[in-house]
């Protein structure tokens, strides 16, 4: 249990709880384990949505791990995806012939993690699957193949456990929805 036990002025209502994160996580885990058993894993995590999840999702997955990170910005509004994807920050080693497992906060429009799939492929992985905190399948413009997903959630901004509103609130252990006269 976190020290924030109180709804943030700023939150409407909370859509996932810590508990539920914790629980999900597990079973991903357990799953990712099972899945690449036998093999060594290259954790490809995207800044910096992701860096809770990747956290404590890192420590459910019981393999043999290197852990690499990527930052990538989107141009857009607040609250909107344009599609144009700046690397930021690129991986620290050669990704060529590993077992690649990207963690990415988010799916809206799919077009910021196609856009990193497309580049990371172009350097020859043994293989490359992805994982997401959270897909919102109502947005997408770019369809993009994942692999294991943490909750599938509607049309709604949310925030929390790594995501942000303006670069604020990734520190809420749960994830909620703006309040409108904040977003
Ligand atoms: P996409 O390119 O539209 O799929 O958006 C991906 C990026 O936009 C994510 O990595 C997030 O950083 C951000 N994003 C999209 N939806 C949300 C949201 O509901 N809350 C916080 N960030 C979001």
Do not use: W
């Amino acid at each position: 249990m976190s020290n924030i036990d109180y709804l943030d002025y700023r939150i409407d209502k909370v859509l996932i709880t810590e508990e539920q994160i914790k629980e999900r996580i597990k079973e991903l885990g357990k799953q990712i384990t099972k899945d690449f058993k036998g093999k060594e894993l290259t954790v490809v995590s995207i800044l910096r949505g992701s860096f809770l999840f990747t956290a404590d999702l890192c420590r459910s997955i019981d393999l043999d791990q290197k852990l690499d990170f990527m930052a990538v910005s989107s141009y857009g509004n607040a609250t909107k995806s344009s599609g144009v994807v700046k690397v930021e920050k690129d991986l620290a080693e050669s990704i060529t012939g590993k077992n690649v497992l990207i963690i990415e906060d988010i799916i809206d429009t799919g077009l910021t993690l196609s856009h990193v799939l497309k580049l990371l492929k172009t350097r020859e992985p043994a293989s490359i699957k992805i994982c997401v905190l959270c897909n919102k399948p109502s947005n997408l413009q770019q369809h993009v193949s994942v692999d294991y997903c943490g909750f599938t959630i509607g049309d709604e901004f949310v925030v929390g456990y790594g995501l942000d509103h303006k670069g604020y609130l990734r520190n809420l252990p749960y994830i909620g929805i703006v309040k409108p006269e904040y977003q």
